[in-house]
């Protein structure tokens, strides 16, 4: 029995989409977990990664026969390194290896193997030298029956681009030796897809994708280690994909990630979260060329809601800080609190964390069509978030995000109206002193969200927003905490009406939640105010605990900013944190953690986007010393 037919003698599905492959180095776990992970997600073939193949017990025949129970094609045998541009003593040593490989790859009925450009071996180029031994490899090749895909790698010796590679091929004129195009090789040199079109499509004999966050790395450990699949990382592989099909490829698109991440990961899971980003490629450039729906971002945020074992302390910031509460909700143990268009929602069920903790659950999200943005989540395999309700009661429609927590989409509410779910709150609690609330609260609204991301789905959470949500990713951060480097990615819409902010957890801090998978890391909200000084004054008076902000920092702010004295000793009477920008300034202060959640106010002046990154260690750094001292008590 032989696997199916190679992408060279099936290159299209039957509905006229290119087929899917992916790498087994892509997943965790032996040969057979990971043919039998990658058909379970759907993948039409796989590319055989030769480590994998020596290191299992199945015979190549045995592999053969598994691949062609399970549907799978075998698309690609790789890697081959090291071939051409060397002496003709090495060169004949490189055939001899060759054709072993040749031999093997027809015993399991493949025809395709990848050739690496090379990187080690070769000392004193010539184009002709290399063109000469291309061309007899392909001789030796034809009398197999196998085709060679000749990839340039980004840190190739003497090939390091595409352009390169194929003018090689092209002169070497054989008809069973083309290119592999891989993004990430392309990509992360900066090479420009738009010589794609240069290259005719039956000689792009293999795509290999793979995105990656921008990192100031050498170019092998970059790859060797930091891969993403594609919208998990900042590649622009929508132009990529665009620019590939301008040239008539007809082949899979196949995906190729070295990860130290998903080497570790559950491999179904991976395999899953693998094939729903080529899902979302696909209709990112369709989209992209009008001829599909894009995402529906969303217009704001309806609500957060934080599951608080003593609720009456999230309650106490909450009115401190200027929230009405707006009572009971009439079936469910939660209540209301809402400021301006900040809305709150303080859940006093018991959670995953017992009595002794809170945790921000879930997060509401005003969208075009709440309908069309699950019914694309359900498209993409992403589970569904359920509430009970009455026939009476409001129906909002659920998302469960990779890390566990809930976001729910609500219609954009009309002008000046709230959202409807509201009316199931009341009656109002009534304030200190006899006023209904926060008739006169500054705060206008959410300003953003911070999130706690397990290390192993961090990237899983970068796609899942920007595919069911539309939001761009900015370029991650890494910031100094007393628990290890936080690794930050922010993912907002474009007018920034929707920021979140996903916080990848330092390692060590895992494993202490086994129902989310999320430590005992500090998350928060932060409201937006039109007067952030007067907010922290109402507060203070209101009997607020701030986050205390040491006197170092106000010292290097001085350094850093040259402020008056007197707006120093304004950020400094207040624990006010201050940054700013060509566009604007930034002013915000914290609140002390209640369990694992806390808040921020924040005023943005002129066109100030950023989040006070400077800061962000100040605040990490008191956080931990305030837990410390408590835990010593």
């Not at 605990?545 to 106000?554: C, E, I, S």
Request: glycine letters at 10%; a negative charge; proline letters at 5%.
């Amino acid at each position: 029995m032989t696997a199916r037919a190679g992408a060279g003698e099936r290159p299209l599905r039957e509905d006229g989409t290119l087929r899917t492959s992916i790498a087994t180095v892509c997943l965790a776990g032996t040969l057979e977990e990971k043919m039998r992970a990658a058909a379970g997600a759907g993948f039409d073939g796989i590319e055989l990664f030769e480590p994998d193949l020596v290191a299992s017990p199945l015979s190549p025949e045995q592999v053969a026969e598994l691949a062609a129970e399970l549907g799978l094609s075998l698309d690609l045998y790789q890697p081959f390194r090291d071939l051409e541009g060397v002496t003709e003593e090495v060169f004949a040593d490189n055939l001899r290896r060759l054709e072993a490989k040749f031999r093997l790859m027809r015993r399991m009925g493949m025809d395709l193997v990848l050739v690496c450009s090379n990187a080690g071996t070769a000392t004193e180029w010539e184009d002709g030298v290399a063109v000469d031994q291309l061309r007899r490899a392909a001789d030796l090749a034809a009398g197999y029956g196998i085709r060679i895909a000749y990839e340039a790698l980004a840190w190739g010796r003497f090939v390091s681009t595409y352009e390169h590679a194929w003018a090689l091929v092209e002169q070497a004129d054989r008809a069973n030796l083309g290119v592999c195009l891989d993004s990430f090789h392309i990509l992360s040199r900066h090479g420009d897809v738009t010589g794609f079109r240069s290259i005719p499509g039956e000689k792009v004999f293999f795509v290999q994708l793979a995105d990656a966050p921008h990192l100031l790395l050498d170019l092998l450990s970059w790859s060797r280690h930091h891969r993403t699949f594609p919208g998990e990382g900042s590649f622009d592989l929508v132009g990529f994909h665009r620019e590939l099909l301008a040239t008539g490829y007809a082949g899979p698109l196949s995906l190729e990630v070295f990860s130290d991440v998903y080497r570790q990961t559950d491999t179904p899971r991976t395999a899953l979260a693998a094939m729903r980003s080529l899902r979302w490629l696909q209709e990112a450039a369709a989209a992209a060329d009008g001829q599909g729906p894009a995402a529906g971002r969303p217009r704001g945020w309806d609500y957060a809601e934080v599951r608080a074992a003593e609720p009456q302390d999230v309650a106490e910031v909450l009115t401190a800080l200027g929230f009405a509460d707006r009572g009971r909700h009439r079936t469910k143990d939660v209540r209301l609190f809402a400021a301006g268009d900040a809305r709150v929602v303080v859940n006093a069920a018991p959670g995953p964390r017992g009595e002794d903790g809170s945790e921000i659950v879930g997060v509401g999200l005003q969208v075009p069509d709440p309908r069309a943005t699950t019914d694309r989540a359900r498209a993409l395999g992403y589970p569904v978030a359920w509430r009970s309700n009455r026939a009476d009661e409001v129906v909002l429609r659920g998302v469960t995000a990779p890390d566990g927590s809930e976001f729910f989409v609500a219609p954009v509410p009309g002008p000046g109206a709230e959202p409807a779910w509201t009316a199931e709150f009341g009656p109002a609690a009534e304030a200190p002193g006899g006023a209904s609330g926060a008739e006169d609260s500054l705060l206008l609204g959410v300003d953003h969200v911070n999130l706690a991301q397990p290390w192993q789905w961090f990237d899983e959470g970068v796609l899942f927003h920007r595919a069911l949500f539309g939001l761009t990713a900015r370029a991650n951060t890494e910031v100094a905490s007393p628990q290890g480097l936080v690794r930050s990615q922010v993912m907002e819409t474009d007018d920034g009406a929707v920021r979140l902010a996903l916080n990848m957890l330092p390692q060590v801090l895992e494993g202490r939640d086994a129902g989310r998978g999320r430590a005992d890391y500090p998350e928060h909200v932060a409201f937006r105010s039109s007067d952030v000084v007067e907010v922290a004054r109402r507060a203070r008076a209101a009997g607020l605990r701030f986050l205390p902000v040491p006197a170092n920092y106000y010292e290097d702010l001085q350094a850093r900013f040259g402020l008056e004295d007197r707006e120093l000793g304004l950020l400094r009477e207040h624990d006010l944190m201050y940054d700013r920008d060509e566009a604007g300034e930034f002013l915000h202060f914290y609140t002390r953690t209640i369990g694992s959640v806390f808040f921020e106010v924040v005023e943005r002046r002129g066109g100030y986007r950023g989040f006070g990154a400077h800061g962000a260690p100040v605040r990490l750094a008191a956080q931990y010393d305030l837990d410390r001292r408590l835990d010593h008590r």
